[in-house]
């Protein structure tokens, strides 16, 4: 049924769905919304969970841990220093294999503070383990969301649902929720393989020596490498049963006749997609490229979409400070491994809430095509744009 909704209470109606034994978070913003609602749907009866307001962000993910672990399916949402807090948390959850699902409403981090959303804080623990999905609309929130939790159970790996905050959180967009029949026929009832049972005593999370210790984090990686075919084969069948596409790793807009390709992730290809639109018009080869799976990296899928490009530019909402773009390295490693060689450019913008409008991002690739005589190499430097918009739209350094 589509019914217009908050970003915020379309994921809640999301969770719901998949019918969670057990919510633990603590409010920070932009993510509030999110906890708010699902705690009404547990006081009104309309969700059989426990719901647990932690003391701490750290407390929510251990929280989370423990139910899941317990064989309890388990949710838990947060966003910027949040995250952050939870990090360590993080990190045993994905060794220790646990299917825990969590929005991060993108935020950035400080100093100093801004509630404003990029890419800074889900990127900061991209190392954690966290199989981690980009979206940029609310309907694709909902569907992914859903996904999420397939995806999770049959890998055992906890999955990072990532929405931009306010501009996804907060925006109102017509939303087709589906029914609670077709969630159950697409989300099986949670059965975790390596629950405890207090008539079975084990320990989990034990002490690990340099012997094994190494083949622990290379199977949790071989783990990540497996879920890629998995992502794809759970949007296959969604799509499926619902009509809808998430995309799975990657969704390509206008790059058929291609020369140059705009990268990027999350609410950002709206605008992309806009951009290129008008480009197109004005006789421009120009497509776009959103990715929607970040961790683990596709780089064997982004080969074979980029592979007959002339000129790629990576539009990126986080910086590695010290590093510059964190995608476009990747990237550039991927294609340099494949032997392709094709110009590769980073372009940093919209941190801290900074707009990047369809006008932003034209003036963007305009002045990235006409710099291209004067680049030394196949790959340029990163270009930390930080235009303003006047009131004509046309941006300004």
Known sequence: MKQLLEGSQAVAEAVRLCRPQVVAAYPITPQTHIIERLAQHVANGELAAEFINAESEFGAASIVLGAVASGARSFTATASQGLLLMTEVLYNIAGLRLPVVMICANRAVGAPINIFSDHQDSMSVRDAGWIQLYVDSNQMAVDMLIQAYRIAEVCELPVMVCMDGFLLTHTFEPVVLPSQAEVDGYLPAFQFARTLDPTQPMTIGGASEADNYQEYRIAQHH????????????????????????????????????????????????????????????????????LRCFRPFPAQALIQYLSGAQRIIVLEKAISIGGGGIVAAE???????????????????????????????????????????????????????TDEIDSGGKAHG
């Open 223 to 290: 783990a990540m490498e497996n879920s890629l075919a998995v992502i794809e084969a759970l949007d296959a069948e969604f799509e499926q049963q619902f009509g809808r596409t998430s995309g799975g790793l990657l969704q390509g807009y206008c790059l058929d006749g291609a020369q140059i390709v705009l990268l990027g992730m999350g609410s950002l290809m709206g605008a992309v997609c806009d951009a290129v639109d008008n480009l197109r018009t004005q006789g421009e080869a120009v497509g776009a490229l959103s």
């Open 331 to 385: 990237l550039r490693a991927a294609l340099y491994q494949a032997g392709i060689t094709t110009p590769l450019e980073s372009v940093i913008g919209g941190l801290g809430g900074r707009d990047l409008t369809p006008e932003v991002i034209e003036t963007i690739f305009k002045k990235r095509v006409e710099a291209e005589t004067e680049m030394t190499n196949h790959f340029a430097p990163n270009h930390i744009i």
